[in-house]
């Protein structure tokens, strides 16, 4: 044993070692000194446990593999396959073509962030979405920060510490990552007063629940789950009257943010004419563009949260700010906005465009790998991102199964693959959804498929 370890190569000697002495030309010689020692280290601790040295050769070969590995960039693009048009686990909404001009405008040189030209002063940051935000859900002011959960606390923080919010304990709900409504009450300061059941909640029972140090009234959107079956709930329109008789504010946390109609999903612009007083709801879901946070409400409530001390570390940052804006300029076109914002666009995708698609990653599939077994199934995409839990997009998506590997390690294969392919694992096949999956990228399936088969 002691033998086989000084037979192991000295780090100068390994960095002589092809291919590592390529690898190492194209990066920091301390990055890849670190990378050889690291490399040497593993075959002590495997000589020790009783496997045989590797010969120089083979421990450059590994050592230059890390070294290679150790410059790639952690974060990139994979495709999606899975149907899941809003993924949370894969970035949520794609950016539409005008967000992504408006990120390299604002990012590539001194923008005016945060400065008025025409007055030679300091501007706002707001100044450049708030307006649109105005526009477009009917509210008298608007704020923007760098999420809805940081608007939701914001909001609570501004208008409720050390008091009381009224919510129904029907919607007390847990958003993703296991953050949870209570949770975000009790970290702004505001006091948690539960009303109702889980199922059935009344006016009466909110109105029974106001005291002296009651704030606020507080609705929260079940954006990612529905009850049904023997249900209640107080209309936000009723919420809206006893916040006024009673001089409280009304909260509605709509979460999933759809300006467009989808479904069953409520707009801000519904809960401003019912009367909210401040409405919350994420950019990176139903609205298709970056993540964000996007308060609209009464002047007086927003601008207690603009002063709030919060406000300056919740708030949104210049990239993100360029991308929402153009996002929104184009949501001022309804018929627009589908067709050149992704999510809506792939919400909206034709049965026929679908099966075109679908023919062709299968048609492709299959003479590039004739030994597997390739079909076109029905299956159902969703939404995702918390929204729209009971819409099924139906339509056709490509089942794939290889001679002599299972599903999981077929899908295995994709998810290492250059480009990362993510699909759905279903019974005996690897599915491929095409809604989720561009035009342009059909060929790059249709390759990465292929190589994963052989």
């Known amino acids: 044993m002691q033998d086989d370890r000084r037979a192991l190569p000295s780090v100068e000697r390994l960095l002589q070692t092809e291919p590592l002495r390529s690898a190492a030309e194209q990066s920091p010689r301390t990055l890849a000194v670190e990378v050889a020692r690291q490399e040497l280290e593993h075959c002590r601790e495997a000589i020790v446990a009783g496997n045989g040295a590797p010969t120089p050769e083979e421990i450059a070969a590994r050592a230059a593999h890390a070294l290679e590995e150790s410059g790639q960039m952690s974060l990139g693009p994979v495709i999606n396959a899975t149907g899941v048009v809003i993924h949370t686990n894969l970035g949520r909404a794609p950016l539409p073509f005008e967000a992504l001009e408006a990120i390299d405008s604002a990012a590539s040189g001194y923008s005016n962030l945060e400065y008025d030209a025409a007055a030679g002063t300091r501007g706002s940051r707001q100044s450049h979405v708030e307006p649109l935000v105005r526009e477009l859900t009917g509210a008298p002011a608007a704020l923007v920060v760098n999420n809805n ?18 919510i129904s304990r029907g919607q007390l709900v847990e958003i993703g990552g296991s953050f949870r409504i209570p949770e975000i009450l009790a970290a702004s300061g505001a006091r948690l007063v539960e009303v109702g059941t889980t199922n059935r909640t009344r ?3 909110y109105e029974r629940a106001i005291g002296p140090e009651t704030a606020a009234l507080m ?3 079940a954006s990612n789950f529905r009850t049904v079956g023997f249900t209640e709930e107080a209309a936000l329109g009723e919420l809206a009257a006893l916040a006024r008789a009673q001089d409280l504010l009304l909260i509605d946390d709509l979460g999933s943010g759809a300006i467009a109609a989808l479904g069953d999903e409520p707009t801000p612009q519904a809960s401003i004419e019912a009367g909210a007083d401040i409405v919350c709801f994420s950019a990176d879901k139903l609205l298709g563009g970056p993540q964000a946070g996007i308060v609209a409400g009464s002047e007086a409530a927003v601008g207690l949260m603009r002063a709030h001390p919060l406000a300056r570390a919740v708030r949104i940052d ?12 184009l949501h001022r076109d309804p018929e627009g906005a589908v067709r050149d914002i992704p999510v809506l666009q792939m919400l909206a995708t034709p049965r026929a465009q679908l099966e075109a698609r679908a023919e062709r990653l299968r048609a492709g599939i299959a003479a590039g790998a004739p030994s597997a077994g390739v079909r076109i199934v029905a299956a159902a995409g969703r939404a995702g991102g918390g ?27 994709l998810r290492t693959g250059d480009p990362p392919i993510v699909a759905r694992v279903q019974e005996d096949a690897v599915l491929l959804d095409p809604r989720t999956i561009a035009e342009v990228e059909i060929d790059f399936v249709v390759r990465g498929v292929v190589a994963a088969l052989a």
């Open 387 to 413: 929204s729209l839990p009971l819409l099924e997009l139906d339509g056709p998506a490509v089942a794939v199964a290889a001679a002599h590997a299972r599903p999981d390690e077929l899908h295995a294969r």
């Open 219 to 221: 609705r929260v959107h």
């Open 318 to 329: 210049k990239l993100s700010l360029a991308a929402l804006e153009a996002t929104l300029r």
């Open 203 to 205: 006016i009466g029972d």
């Open 149 to 166: 959960a940081a608007g939701v606390l914001l909001a609570l923080a501004a208008t409720a510490q050390d008091r009381e919010v009224v």
